[in-house]
Every structure is written in C-alpha cells, then in structure tokens.
Nanobody
Framework: QVQLVESGGGLVQTGGSLRLSCAAA????????????MGWFRQTPGKEREFVAA????????YYADSVKGRFTISRDNAKNTVYLQMSSLKPEDTAVYYC????????????????WGQGAQVTVSS
C-alpha cells in the first residue's frame, strides 16, 4: 500500500496561483513507485471525480484536461517521490477538492485506472 500525502491547498482570489504537492510517504517499502503515472483529479459536491492532469513515468509529455490546459502545470520529482500541480490564472470554477493519485498504467485518464489516492486538498477560488 502507498500512502499519499497532499499539501498546498487554500483560498485564493480569481487570477491567483497555488501549488499543490503530493508525496508518497511509504516509498521505501514500494521500490517501484517511480514507475507509476502520477495524476491529479478534482471533485465538487454531487459530481464525479474529474481528471485534471497526469504525468507518466516514461519520458512523454504530461497531459491535461481541456479546462486547465495552459493554466496548470504538472511535474514530478522522482528523487523526492513527489508530484506537483502548479495552478495559475485560477477561476472560481476551479474550486474543488483536489486529489493526487498513482496508477500502474500508462496514460490513464479515469479514476478507475488509478490505484492509490491522497486524502484531498481543498482549493477555493473567490470571485
């Protein structure tokens, strides 16, 4: 089992920026953790979890939901077993609980394709 610990959520005004981090706390007991795709999803009350961005462990470009393309940037630091989501030009519709997730698959975009999940971080964008 891999424990994912998120940090960096909060309240920001429209147009502002936030960076989320997600560290694999049990990476020592999971030596292949850096061969996992790392992704971010978000969820608002009453709605399904929505794909935001992901980055494969193989050399390939990250991929994004159309709604965040050009505003959000995902990156990973394998030495720290950490994935980041830099969010810029935030809009009120970006308000959600953001979840990081790890998948053993390449190129996953749906929640069911991910194996491990963080606890969630609230991001609130005020208008």
């Amino acid at each position: 089992q891999v424990q994912l610990v998120e940090s960096g959520g909060g309240l920001v005004q429209t147009g502002g920026s936030l960076r989320l981090s997600c560290a694999a706390a049990s990476a020592r007991t999971f030596p292949s953790i850096n061969r996992y795709t790392m992704g971010w999803f978000r969820q608002t009350p009453g709605k399904e979890r929505e794909f935001v961005a992901a980055i494969n462990w193989i050399p390939s470009p990250p991929y994004y939901a159309d709604s965040v393309k050009g505003r959000f940037t995902i990156s990973r630091d394998n030495a720290k077993n950490t994935v980041y989501l830099q969010m810029s030009s935030l809009k009120p519709e970006d308000t959600a609980v953001y979840y990081c997730a790890y998948s053993s698959r390449t190129g996953p975009r749906t929640a069911s394709e991910y194996d491990f999940w963080g606890q969630g971080a609230q991001v609130t964008v005020s208008s």
